[in-house]
């Protein structure tokens, strides 16, 4: 018998003309790739925090990573960062991911932390480390041929941190030359995508600051670079989902790295500080899914969905819970809007009709919805609350403290 409460919803939605199988449909598809580092330790720069149970090398992550995909069946994918999930044998973990029903997503080559990196890596001054940063992206591009990952995502630490320090022309050519060097590495079916961030670790000048420098980076590459859009790596006050529209009509949208900032690269749970961003985010890219052009309509079904959170304070698998849950209410919310209804207001230039119909698609409450289709699909109603009734986090805590930490 249906929920009472899904009854009044699906009435309310079908007076809207709405379609609920069509939107239940778009549901089921939502896929969220969760990332390796946020099983792990992590804290800030006061202070790694070490919980018991983390996990104590990438096969555990990934065994934590099906726990959350077993009862969300959102998260069949996770990201990897490398050297952090350095593996003898890549295709063991492949198989160890197989056998728990996931999937190796991005491939993330980690070049912030060895010493010599310290002034840059593809972008340093000395050519034998700009060497040893472009060998460790291609290192980065076999080990996901290894995993038959179809991403290789790239974020460099590289800037300055006083005007001068740097030649900043120079340091744009060798970005280029690096990534160029990548590129030509790729299988045709493979992808690159460029992140941005506009500060942090260094202050003055990062060598890709903004999605326009990335942007820049792709288009010079070819169709196989994409930007990547981390949430958390602009400046105050930026329109992001006006970048995520721009660059979805440019066809060059990649992926996301979602998280929740209030201040600065907080890297908080998605969906916590600012929940309207990301359901703005998703009713840009749900309008460019109904595009007359269909190079954006495919563009739209190939964004990559990915968390890039490092959870300090609270408990690794609950929190990851929590983020695939929140990027699914938005995007639930997003699937409301009537877009003839916008498209309407927008004609007759009625400012107000127009803000009303976006913002009453966010004002549902989807609860019922979102039960219903996890019912539907065999999934927990409360997934949350099925893993803190769990034995999960007993039988991990046996794992004792001191796992896997960044
Ligand atoms: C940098 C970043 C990038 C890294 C990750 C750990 O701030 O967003 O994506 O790979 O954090
Ligand atoms: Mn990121
Ligand atoms: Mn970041």
Known sequence: MKDKAYVLFEEQQLARGIDVNHVKQKLAELKIETPSWGYGDSGTRFKVFQKEGVPRNPFEKMEDAAVVHRLTGLAPTVAIHIPWDQVDDYSKLR???ENLGLR???VNPNLFQADEYMLGSVTNSDSKIRRMATDHLLACVDIAKE?????VSLWFADGTNYPGQGDIRKRKGWMQEALQ???RALDPDMRMLIEYKCFEPAFYHTDLA??????NMALKLGEQAQVLVDTGHHLPGANIE????????EKRLGGFHFNSRKYADDDLIVGTVNPYELFLIFYQILQGSMDEDEGIRSGVDKIAYMLDQ???IEQKIPAMIRSVLNVQTQYAKALLVDHEEVAAAQKNNDVLAAEHAVRRAFEFDVTPLLHAVREEQGLPVDPMEAYLNSRYTAEIAGRGKGGASW
């Open 95 to 97: 198989s160890h991911a």
């Open 104 to 106: 190796i997503g991005a």
């Open 147 to 151: 995993t038959g990952s179809k991403d």
């Open 181 to 183: 060097e990548m590129y």
């Open 210 to 215: 903004d999605w326009g420098m990335a942007y």
């Open 242 to 249: 006006h970048i995520v529209a721009y660059l979805l009509d």
């Open 310 to 312: 490092s959870h300090n």
